[in-house]
């Protein structure tokens, strides 16, 4: 087994046979781009000596598919995923891992069963809070998350301001809680050229391109980049799933967008090599955020140094810190937005210098090294 600093290393000698075993449980997995984080950090933690593998939708070196990969509208998706967190427990319970690892975006009565099941068997929890409430619905989740946050025995969050919220609606979490940022996307990018990417996607090559990607959902502000989009000469890509509205909600925008030829739109999962494409082909990507607690876009455009401008909410300015890696605007502003891209775009020099910075902060405090580190060091107290 190996520590952090703090295990002394004759306590690491002694100990070296007795790793801990570790499990990430991810139903969600490859549709959210997750396979990345879980595999890095599984192959990460090994190397540590903490014996890991992870059970998600998708087979890998490091993955067992225990979980389907189809969406909530599918009429599979609640008996798959009934099963999939059946069979995932009756596995847990013979090999009987020291920690479960389980992303945690929403809290739902399955997800409280699961964990009670584990519980009951004293296998240990570990939740990495990705959204302190819910991006997606409306109802009321306390109830079941204070149920959740009592039932781990670690929580970990990507940043200060979500450890913060966290720890102010739920006192129960108080001294659980890990900050333990978010890791890096790297190892993502292909060696295609922009223009190679652009004549794939069938898309312009001289002309800029704005991208915006993930899933779309109110919060995400995609109805203020396409009001900025009216008064800024380039094309946009809008890539990503609809939740909890539809293209029609944007169709002031988008129709005459459309008719002027600035705006592609790709309204669906979209797949690993497609991503890939989406933003090497891209000139800027936007945030046009209301909410977020952690944007794993954000880690990815600066992983592929592609140029940020993002609202300017706390979570993003707190990313930063001392590095001048992302531009930013008044959130909801989109007049201010306008402004920043034309600037942005006709500026050459500031979109090299934002992606060395950007590159420069990801390789310095979202390495995997680091992170499994730290997640190492919760396993080992």
Known sequence: MICLPGCNYMSQKLESSQKHTVCIIDPVGRKAGLDHYNDSLAANLNKLGT?????SNYQSEYSVKKFPFNFSNSPLFLPGILYSFYSAFKKVKVDRPDFVILHLFKPSDLLIWFSRKLNSINVRLIFIVHDVESLISERDDESQMRELMTMAEHIV??????????TRKYEMTAGKVDIIPHGDYLDLPSDISKNEARNKLGLKTDAPIILFFGMIKPTKGLDVLLKAMQDVDAELIV?????????????TWTDKLTAEGKLVTDIRYISNERRDLYFKAADVIVLPYRKIYQSGVLIMALSYQLPVLASDLIPNKDFVKDFNAIEFFKCGDHRELSEKLNQLLSDPARLQFLKENGLALIKKNHNWELISKLFNKIICR
């Open 239 to 251: 890539a990503g799933r609809m939740r909890m509205n539809s293209v029609s909600d944007y169709s």
């Open 157 to 166: 969050v990507h940043n200060q301001y979500s450890g913060d919220e966290l």
């Open 51 to 55: 014996k890991t593998i992870v059970y």
